[in-house]
């Protein structure tokens, strides 16, 4: 089983894991070792899918206004946790690839391997999602069957998906491709170039 194969079988473990408790405060079922990447993949899954589920409930038009900030901040937080992730694994590659001897006529990919598991992370969720929808009992036929053409559609992207990372780690491991890590460098998040953070310590 190749690199992003795996990564996704590991996705849909953590979010079919993720449902037995579907409680975005239950602790993680991860049963992989510490420091393996298994367990870095389970992680930053599991991370994913608390997200989805809090952005679902901070929808709620009847939410109290405080809760609503606490959520925001929770997400807030949530997504950095996945940015850090997410660079985690990119190092983890650079590691990997980093006695390949780069071809002279190599090109860079218009994203690393990490981000493009990150996008297969949310489709499995997307998938789980979107199947569910599709079988709902309580929604009209209407409903079923336009969530059913959407779930082709998924499944269509993952098969997509998981040829194209395999491709480019293939094509990183023979020199044809090298990569870059950029930090996402959120400014938000920083107290020295966020103006509203910087300005309140004044």
């Known amino acids: 089983m190749k690199f992003a194969e795996k990564s996704y079988s590991i996705f849909e473990q953590s979010v079919a894991d993720y449902h037995i408790?579907?409680?975005v405060d239950a602790p993680s079922r991860r049963e992989y070792p510490d420091g393996s990447i298994e367990a870095v993949l389970y992680d930053k899954n599991r991370i994913d899918a608390v997200q989805w589920h809090l952005e679902d409930i901070i929808r709620d038009p009847e939410i109290d206004p405080v809760a609503a900030l606490a959520l925001k901040r929770r997400i807030d937080k949530s997504n950095q946790d996945r940015t850090d992730m997410v660079e985690e694994l990119d190092s983890y590659f650079r590691t990997i690839y980093a006695?390949?001897?780069?071809?002279?006529d190599a090109t860079i990919n218009t994203e690393s391997?990490?981000?493009?598991?990150d996008?297969?992370?949310i489709l499995a969720l997307k998938i789980y999602h979107m199947q569910a929808e599709a079988l709902r009992s309580d929604a009209d036929e209407q409903h079923r069957n336009r969530c059913a053409a959407k779930l082709q559609v998924l499944l269509e992207q993952r098969k997509d998906l998981i040829e194209a990372i395999d491709c480019l780690l293939d094509d990183i491991a023979a020199g044809k491709k090298y990569m870059k890590v950029y930090r996402q460098m959120k400014m938000y998040n920083d107290e020295d170039t966020n103006p509203v953070l910087y300005a309140s310590k004044k």
């Open 21 to 23: 408790d579907d409680d």
């Open 99 to 104: 006695d390949v001897k780069i071809s002279p």
């Open 113 to 117: 391997p990490a981000w493009a598991l």
């Open 119 to 121: 996008r297969l992370s």
